[in-house]
Nanobody
Framework: QVQLVESGGGLVQAGGSLRLSCAASGDSFNNYNMAWFRQAPGKEREFVAALSRSGDWTRYSDSVKGRFTISRDNVKNMMFLQMDSLKPDDTAVYFC??????????????????WGQGTQVTVSS
């Protein structure tokens, strides 16, 4: 099993940037495909970005493509989400997730086995 803890959320003005971090502990981090999801109040959890075990294959939702960058450091057991050009619609709780199986990252939350507790991101207009 792997335990996940997110950090880096906060309040930022539209057009600003934030960098989220996800610290992993427990099982070998490089055994897992990783992803970020988010959930806004009153809405379902939605996929944001994912990357493969080695970090060389990434996938983004259309809503964040070109603005967000997902990355990982398998030595430090960390995953990151660099968020630029933030918009009020990006306001949500952001979760990191780990998937033990599968050959490529999935955009489906059902595919992920382990989740962090989430970190709040608020973008003001």
């Amino acid at each position: 099993q792997v335990q996940l803890v997110e950090s880096g959320g906060g309040l930022v003005q539209a057009g600003g940037s934030l960098r989220l971090s996800c610290a992993a502990s427990g099982d070998s981090f490089n055994n897992y495909n990783m992803a970020w999801f988010r959930q806004a109040p009153g809405k379902e959890r939605e996929f944001v970005a994912a990357l493969s075990r080695s970090g060389d294959w990434t996938r983004y939702s259309d809503s964040v493509k070109g603005r967000f960058t997902i990355s990982r450091d398998n030595v430090k057991n960390m995953m990151f989400l660099q968020m630029d050009s933030l918009k009020p619609d990006d306001t949500a709780v952001y979760f990191c997730a780990a998937r033990a199986g599968g050959s490529v990252p999935s955009a489906s939350s059902d595919a992920y086995d382990f989740w962090g507790q989430g970190t709040q991101v608020t973008v003001s207009s």
